[in-house]
T-cell receptor, first 113, second 113 residues
Framework: QKEVEQDPGPLSVPEGAIVSLNCTYS??????FMWYRQYSRKGPELLMYTYSSGNKEDGRFTAQVDKSSKYISLFIRDSQPSDSATYLCAMSAVEGSNYKLTFGKGTLLTVNP | KAGVTQTPRYLIKTRGQQVTLSCSPISGHRSVSWYQQTPGQGLQFLFEYFSETQRNKGNFPGRFSGRQFSNSRSEMNVSTLELGDSALYLCASSAGTGGSPLHFGNGTRLTVT
């Protein structure tokens, strides 16, 4: 079983739709959860950063973490064509001073005008 | 604040050659991590350096090596290039404390022919 599973899509939605992106994980030691957005020919850009279970909202984006189910989600409200990108979930555990991010493989999202 | 800078952006090398990639982190960040991104495997962790010491290492062969300088700038070297080394190599910097989010550069696209 992979440590982090993410549906690769592709996902195609009309402009204005609510988008739901999800990841599941198996390592219960993961404590920090992130969502990155990656445009073509660019590096991943940090979108959301959360610690522990619960919701975090930033503008049109809401990140949700359910540690009991080992499930995280990213919701995009009023989606725009500029949201078209690959979305990567990432998570990390901390062991002493060492940590590394484990990424999902990414979901390709297209928002059609 | 300037972001993470990677040079060069594109490289074409021949099988058997070696290559060195460079990364300048965000000012004040002491941790630099390197990732390989391919369509099939997604983002895979190579190694992390903190204060000139390799603190964490992924599951890559010894042909992949790196170093960090006293100004936190980092280089990654790949020797005896193979066709399978063709990928986007991403550098990311962070404060280096547990759970600190990573901030990525735009990567170096390496093509091995």
């Amino acid at each position: 079983q992979k440590e982090v599973e993410q549906d690769p899509g592709p996902l195609s939605v009309p402009e204005g739709a609510i988008v739901s992106l999800n990841c599941t994980y198996s390592n219960s030691a993961f404590q920090y959860f992130m969502w990155y957005r990656q445009y073509s020919r660019k590096g991943p850009e940090l979108l959301m950063y959360t610690y522990s279970s619960g919701n975090k909202e930033d503008g049109r984006f809401t990140a949700q973490v359910d540690k009991s189910s080992k499930y995280i989600s990213l919701f995009i409200r009023d989606s725009q064509p500029s949201d078209s990108a690959t979305y990567l979930c990432a998570m990390s555990a901390v062991e002493g001073s060492n940590y590394k991010l484990t990424f999902g493989k990414g979901t390709l999202l297209t928002v059609n005008p | 604040k300037a972001g993470v800078t990677q040079t060069p952006r594109y490289l074409i090398k021949t099988r058997g050659q070696q290559v060195t990639l460079s990364c300048s982190p965000i000012s004040g960040h002491r941790s630099v991590s390197w990732y390989q991104q391919t369509p099939g495997q997604g983002l895979q962790f190579l190694f992390e350096y903190f204060s000139e010491t390799q603190r964490n290492k992924g599951n890559f062969p010894g042909r992949f090596s790196g170093r960090q300088f006293s100004n936190s700038r980092s280089e990654m070297n790949v020797s005896t290039l193979e066709l399978g080394d063709s990928a986007l190599y991403l550098c990311a910097s962070s404060a280096g404390t547990g759970g600190s989010p990573l901030h990525f550069g735009n990567g170096t696209r390496l093509t091995v022919t």
